[in-house]
């Protein structure tokens, strides 16, 4: 039997690394339309990419997937990478990028304690992109634990908000 551990202060998930097909259409995507900056290139075969000055939060290889396909719907693997955004207008902004790139969002939902929506980048990888509301606004449970929903989100009215930042 094995011991349950309460949680491990100071830990949390230092960065992704996915494989891709191509490695110039996902720096682009990235950096274009996501916002990304590019901190390093590795030979023709990696990128590590940063939303600020850290080191990576993303990391881009065709080590074992130069011109590959995305896996199959139904297999195991990763369901989605997700980024937190600071704000509704940021939010709102990434979101317009994206739809002027012409990508499709596959989802979008009110969680209560964030607002979130969901698309696959160019290689089929899933991406979820939110924002967190302040604790102070997160629905509880009757055991004071966060009460996640799954509601609609106005995609439009983030847009909105972006444009108007």
């Known amino acids: 039997?094995?011991?349950s551990v309460q949680g491990i202060p100071g830990a949390h998930v230092g960065h992704g690394h996915l494989k891709v097909s191509n490695l110039n259409r996902a720096i682009a995507?990235?950096?274009?339309?996501?916002?990304?900056r590019v901190m390093q290139l590795f030979e023709e075969h990696a990128a590590f990419l940063s939303f600020d000055d850290y080191h990576h939060h993303l990391g881009l290889n065709t080590w074992e997937s130069l011109e590959g396909t995305s896996p199959p719907?139904?297999?195991t693997g990763l369901y989605h990478i997700a980024f937190v955004f600071p704000?509704?207008?940021?939010?709102?902004q990434?979101?317009?990028r994206l739809q002027c790139a012409g990508h499709s969002l596959t989802g979008a939902a009110d969680h209560g304690v964030s607002e979130a929506v969901y698309l696959n980048d160019p290689d089929g990888n899933g991406l979820e992109f939110y924002r967190d509301r302040p604790r102070s606004e997160?629905?509880?449970?009757?055991?004071?634990?966060?009460?996640l929903n799954n509601a609609?989100?106005?995609v439009d009215a983030l847009v909105r908000e972006g444009r108007k930042a």
């Open 94 to 96: 990434v979101i317009d």
């Open 1 to 3: 039997m094995t011991q």
């Open 87 to 92: 704000d509704r207008a940021t939010l709102g």
């Open 138 to 147: 997160w629905p509880l449970q009757s055991n004071g634990s966060p009460k």
């Open 73 to 75: 719907d139904g297999h």
């Open 152 to 154: 609609p989100l106005d």
């Open 29 to 36: 995507f990235y950096r274009d339309v996501i916002g990304m």
